[in-house]
């Protein structure tokens, strides 16, 4: 029964190349535990994402009050949370039950966390802050620069990691789209017959848009790929060279996650300096993202070259 377990954890995992330290020691045995128990209680992947988005928005709301215990049962709430968020992917691979729904869910729910959370360091610092009550349009103003930069980091960390998940494991085990092909399946919904569902298309379809809009080398090489092998049966030499290529960058994406943020987040919180979480997602992580993106478009760039030149 433990080596079972065992093969059924493994699976339960997106890739080794993508996973990052703390969620193999951490998050990923907490989240197949979970996902053991709520298969045999017959619990869906959906359900649990929505679980998670009670609990991270409980998180955040904790983080408005200047007490530290308080402060401390919200951070038990969003380690809970990220554990249902980790649980819902894996649940969903060990039963089969993908959607596009779950995957909307799935990037919803975090966005529903640290808008949360946003607001409250900014009720928390108008009230606790000299400097911030006397200015309190200002910490509003940081809050609305760093969530829409915490958007496209987020956005480009999942779809670099979907990009390299397409050369480990092929189409079947990446997530990634074609804004053309989700346009053309969110023309063909009707606003009156297909409300709900043309309006969670509608924002997943725009998010595609933008991740494709800021990729455009990457992108002049999944037009080359598709046109060479529209198959998708990559050789297998090009895919391992572009896999060890990309594999570096991984450890980037990870950072742009969860991870690293709650540990800046909670440490802002124990010193009673919330705004520093705010400090660390705009200086930080926007200086990783961008290097991030010129180094990965720079891959995609040489290996385009070496397509064009027959090198594959």
């Known amino acids: 029964m433990f ?48 679980a998670s988005i009670f609990l991270g928005v409980g998180a955040g709301i904790m ?46 729910s975090g966005d529903l966390w640290f808008a949360t959370i946003y607001i409250a360091i900014c009720l928390r610092e108008n009230v606790t802050s000299d400097f911030f009550s006397a200015h309190p349009w200002l910490i509003w103003t940081i809050a609305v620069i760093t969530g829409i930069c915490h958007a496209k980091q987020a956005a480009m960390a999942d779809y670099y990691r979907q990009f390299h998940l397409y050369f480990v494991k092929g189409e079947g085990g990446s997530e990634l789209e074609h804004a053309s092909e989700l346009e053309a399946r969110l023309a063909e919904l009707s606003w009156s017959r297909n409300f709900w569902r043309k309006l969670t298309m509608t924002f997943y379809t725009k998010y595609t848009v933008n991740q494709e809009a800021w990729t455009p080398a990457m992108q002049r090489l999944r037009a080359e790929i598709a046109r060479r092998w529209p198959d998708g049966r990559l050789p297998a030499d090009f895919r391992h060279d572009f896999r060890m290529a990309s594999l570096p960058l991984m450890k980037y994406t990870n950072i ?18 919330p705004w520093i979480y705010f400090a660390f997602e705009l200086i930080v992580l926007n200086v990783l993202l961008v290097y991030m993106m010129h180094r990965h478009e720079s891959i995609c760039r040489r290996f385009t070259i070496l397509l064009e030149d027959g090198k594959y």
């Open 63 to 108: 983080f408005y009050y200047n007490n530290l215990w308080v402060n401390v049962i919200g951070m038990l709430l969003l380690i809970w949370a990220n554990s249902f968020d980790s649980c819902d992917g894996q649940l969903a691979r060990m039963t089969g039950q993908y959607s596009k729904l779950g995957r909307i869910l799935d990037g919803l």
């Open 256 to 273: 742009l996650s969860f991870n690293w943020r709650t540990i800046i987040l909670f440490t802002s919180l124990f010193v009673r300096m």
């Open 3 to 50: 080596v079972d377990l065992k093969r059924q954890y493994r699976q339960s995992l997106k890739s080794y190349d993508t996973e990052e330290g703390i969620d193999l020691a951490f998050y990923r045995p907490i989240g197949f535990a979970w996902a053991y128990l709520f298969r045999r209680l017959g619990v869906t992947p959906n359900a649990v994402t929505i």
